[in-house]
């Protein structure tokens, strides 16, 4: 992946004074060695009634640095939907639910059974193949194989954890889908980009100044971020596929707040060009823009619903912020929310049923999920300083930023707010998560 680095302002230690100095920088163009550090994710909370699950380590995946079966066995129990069994090592190769001895693993209390192998090709690839059952019934419920390349173990780990996750579920699974965050350190602000699990790291952007708000292209090749190193907020869209970049919106004032059509044709931004903060509609090139709404107030943060036809927005044209919707093709808005006196950042779940955003609550800001039909609302989040929620693309689980002890951190918390995890690095402040589309093969 292509690396982009800017300059950077010594006297900039915020995102407003940022603004308020009108930031300087100039594209260096370099390839400059980044220092990773991967997110290590701790799950503090899980769900009722887990599956008890048996993934057996691989017979020849000593062989590789990194064990396929513990890949597979991590991801599902992060699910919280999944409880890994503790089992013993086994060299035996895959054999038919005949030969299974599911006695012994009813005794070990397991409900599903993961079996599989890894083997060597003549051509330098690797063959794996696992089989999973149904231990109360006796049966294969499935199995497959992949042939793959030595650096494609982990891709195929997780590839191997969404089959297994939805042949039990009957929903899919999204460890092979990728996230995007911000960590900041010292004076360094990274655009980062990780597996689900958060291996797998790599830099999209570096910079001296801030960068916010990223957000996934629908088909996951680029991503739209906003970049102050133009001396103000500026819209780009960024390959991810050859590092390669345009601007999608440089007007007058300020650029910010991009949200991707469903159909990737089409952002939705936020310029002060005619005064105020107000929703635009742009093409993805930059071209053919127009105004959405207007309003005395501000109006932010637009999020389009699955289907394209609203627009959802914070706006406190009412006096406080709330959420209001809009059609994408403009006309009459909408409110949407109406407890409590601050709401904001809306983000629609993958099936268009609920709304996830901020609601402060007592002097704190913490995520809450919002029944789009019975109008019930429900608060996910114990948590002081929570922003940015981003529903995984099956709508199991919502990504965020909070604050712990002084630092930014990630979070995730699932939509029925029974399973919690905390995601952190060995350092520096992580803050704009997006959890990214599903892979298309």
């Known amino acids: ?58 017979a020849g995946e000593g062989a590789m640095s990194s064990r396929i079966s513990a890949i597979v066995r991590a991801d599902l129990e992060r699910s919280g939907l999944f409880r890994a069994l503790e089992v013993p ?19 070990r209390l397991a409900d599903a059974l993961v079996q599989g192998s890894l083997a060597a090709l003549p051509d330098g690839r690797f063959e794996v193949r696992f089989r ?69 790291e790599e830099t999209a952007l570096a910079s001296f100044e801030p960068i916010i708000s990223p957000a996934w292209s629908p088909d996951g090749r680029h991503l739209a971020y906003v970049s102050f190193e133009n001396k103000k907020p500026v819209v780009y869209v960024h390959s991810l596929l050859d590092g390669k970049r345009q601007v999608a919106a440089n007007f007058k004032g300020s650029n910010s707040a991009p949200a991707w059509s469903p159909d990737g044709s089409r952002l939705a931004v936020v310029l002060s060009r005619d005064g105020g903060s107000q929703l635009f509609m742009v093409n993805a090139d930059g071209s053919g823009v127009r105004r959405l709404a207007s309003s005395s107030g ?31 093709g403009g006309g009459d808005t909408q409110r949407v929310t109406f407890e409590g006196n601050y709401n904001v950042s809306p983000r629609v779940s993958p099936d268009g049923k609920s709304l996830a955003y901020i609601a402060r609550n007592g002097g704190k800001f913490q995520v809450a999920l919002l029944d789009l039909s019975s109008r019930q609302t429900q608060l996910l989040t114990d948590s002081d300083r929570d922003e940015s929620p981003s529903f995984s693309p099956n709508g199991r689980m919502i990504l965020l930023a909070t604050v712990i002890g002084g630092r930014g951190v990630l979070s995730a918390v699932s939509s029925d707010g029974r399973v919690k995890q905390r995601i952190t690095t060995a350092s520096g402040d992580v803050r704009e998560p997006a959890w990214g589309p599903f892979i298309k093969e």
Request: charged share 20%.
């Open 1 to 58: 992946m292509a690396v982009a680095c800017v300059g950077y302002n010594p006297d900039v230690n915020s995102l407003s004074r940022s603004v308020a100095k009108a930031l300087f920088a100039a594209i260096l163009a370099l390839m400059a060695p980044l220092a990773f550090a991967q997110l290590s994710i701790e799950i503090t909370g899980a769900g009722a009634n887990r599956i008890p699950i048996a993934v057996v380590p691989f």
């Open 298 to 328: 501000i109006d932010t943060e637009p999020q389009f619903s699955p289907d394209g036809q609203w627009i959802y927005f914070t706006s406190d044209r009412g006096g406080s912020p709330q959420i209001y919707r809009i059609p994408a």
């Open 89 to 107: 090592a086994s060299n035996a190769p895959i054999t038919e639910a005949s030969a299974v001895n599911f006695d012994e693993w009813r005794s």
């Open 132 to 200: 999973l059952f149904d231990v109360p019934k006796q049966v294969a419920v499935g199995g497959i194989a992949f042939t793959l390349q030595p650096g494609q173990l982990r891709a195929t780990a997780h590839r191997l954890a969404d089959y297994i996750y939805e042949k039990l579920t009957g929903e899919r699974g999204v460890f092979s889908t990728r996230v995007a965050y911000v960590v900041k350190r010292g004076a360094r602000f990274e655009l980062q980009i990780a597996d689900a699990d958060g291996g797998g």
